[in-house]
Every structure is written in structure tokens, then in C-alpha cells.
């Protein structure tokens, strides 16, 4: 289903991700990581936007941002995603095809405590991908990037961040809410308390998102 003008508002914060094409790498080398980093930094001087918190995998990235006015969210996307892949195709001359697997996907977030789950679930990729013994250990995400980063790149939280926070990330989320969030990652569904989620789904013209998948059952009218 298409989506809507609306689907992208401002002062809302939102969960966005890319992946490569067919889960290809679209980060070889530390250098990669790095001059990504540099264009999410560059993003910022050409749209609005508060960025939160952000994972770059070898083959996605997952950002938690919050555009300022409704055509921020794309403006900034669009200016990194395209830039990536100029950049890119220049640096790996032999690249052929799409870099990315199409348009990024992107959910929006109640901010209270779904914000700070999915700050854990966003920061601890590397960890549940057994890539590093701790998440803080991944040099290329908002928990363990080096302070320049972090005050270049990063805005204040919405929400208080809980004490202790690097050892609260490298704890697995209940399945409940990790449930929820993977939902939401896969359908687009605004994450947040039930009403909440009805309300933003309804502004944003996602009231698909909230019903069950499949056709409906066919009822037996002998």
C-alpha cells in the first residue's frame, strides 16, 4: 500500500533503516563506517533533524531520529542515501547494480519508555549478532562511538537515560517488546502504548499497520 504525504511528520520521533541490496555489504572496511558517519554528520547542516541514536551493521543501519518539520525526515535521508551511493560506486569502481535494497522503511515511536527499548534493541545489533562480548565495544554505533562523534552527532534524549545504561543495553529485552518492535520493523507500525499507536496511525494514514496479515476468513453461510 502506498504511503501517505503524511506518513513522515514532523517532531515525531521515528526508527528508519536501510539494507543492502539482498543483504549485500554496504560497509567492507573500517574506513566505510567511517566516511558514513562523516555524510550522517554533513546530513544534519542540510535538514532539521535530532539524531538519537544509530547502528551501522555490515549490511544495514538503523537510525532513531526526530525530523523538526514534516519534509525533514526524507530531505535528510534522501541527501545521505543518495550521497552514499555516489560516494560509494566512486570508492568500489567495480560495484554494479542497486547499493540499497529500495526506499528506507520507517516506523514512528512514542517517547517514554518504547523510545528507551528501542534505543536498547537498536544499540545492541552488534551484540545479538555475537559480534562484540558488549555492545559498548562497537566502535560504529551511538553507545560506543568515540566522543567526537557523539558531540558532533548525537542531540539530547527526549527521556532521561537510565543509569548504568551500557549494562542495561547488553540485556536482552523481554520477548514481548522485542516482539513489538521487530513488528513494527517489518510493518511500519508506530511503536507505543495502544492508544497511542491508534492515534498516530490514524494522523499518519497507517490504520493497515494495526490489522492482522492475511485475508480475512470466509464464513460458512450453510
Known amino acids: 500500500m502506498p504511503r501517505t504525504a503524511r506518513s513522515a511528520i514532523g517532531n515525531v520521533v521515528y526508527h528508519v533503516l536501510n539494507r543492502g541490496n539482498g543483504r549485500m555489504r554496504i560497509f567492507r572496511k573500517p574506513g566505510d563506517y567511517q566516511a558514513f558517519l562523516e555524510l550522517l554528520i554533513e546530513g544534519l547542516t542540510r535538514a532539521r533533524v535530532d539524531l538519537f541514536?544509530?547502528?551501522?551493521?555490515?549490511?544495514?543501519?538503523?537510525?532513531?531520529?526526530?525530523?523538526?518539520?514534516?519534509?525533514?525526515?526524507?530531505?535528510?535521508?534522501?541527501?545521505?542515501?543518495?550521497?552514499?551511493?555516489?560516494?560509494?560506486?566512486?570508492?568500489?569502481?567495480?560495484?554494479?547494480?542497486?547499493?540499497?535494497?529500495?526506499?528506507f522503511k520507517s516506523f514512528a515511536v512514542?517517547?517514554?519508555?518504547?523510545?528507551?527499548?528501542l534505543l536498547r534493541y537498536v544499540e545492541a545489533n552488534p551484540l545479538r549478532?555475537?559480534?562484540?562480548?558488549?555492545?559498548?565495544h562497537w566502535p560504529w554505533s551511538s553507545l560506543g562511538c568515540d566522543a567526537e562523534v557523539k558531540t558532533k552527532l548525537l542531540s539530547p534524549w527526549p527521556v532521561d537515560r537510565p543509569r548504568h545504561w551500557p549494562a542495561l543495553v547488553d540485556q536482552a529485552l523481554p520477548e514481548g517488546q522485542l516482539d513489538r518492535i521487530r513488528t513494527s520493523v517489518v510493518r511500519d507500525r508506530p511503536l507505543g502504548s495502544d492508544a497511542w499507536t491508534r492515534k498516530m496511525a490514524k494522523t499518519m494514514g497507517l490504520q493497515h499497520t494495526l490489522r492482522p496479515r492475511g485475508r480475512p476468513s470466509k464464513k460458512n453461510n450453510s
Open 110 to 117: 512514542q517517547e517514554d519508555s518504547y523510545f528507551l527499548n
Open 129 to 136: 549478532a555475537k559480534m562484540v562480548p558488549s555492545a559498548s
Open 53 to 103: 541514536g544509530f547502528c551501522l551493521m555490515t549490511n544495514h543501519w538503523p537510525l532513531v531520529l526526530r525530523p523538526q518539520r514534516d519534509k525533514d525526515l526524507a530531505a535528510y535521508l534522501s541527501w545521505v542515501s543518495n550521497t552514499h551511493v555516489k560516494r560509494y560506486r566512486a570508492h568500489y569502481r567495480k560495484t554494479s547494480g542497486h547499493l540499497y535494497q529500495g526506499r
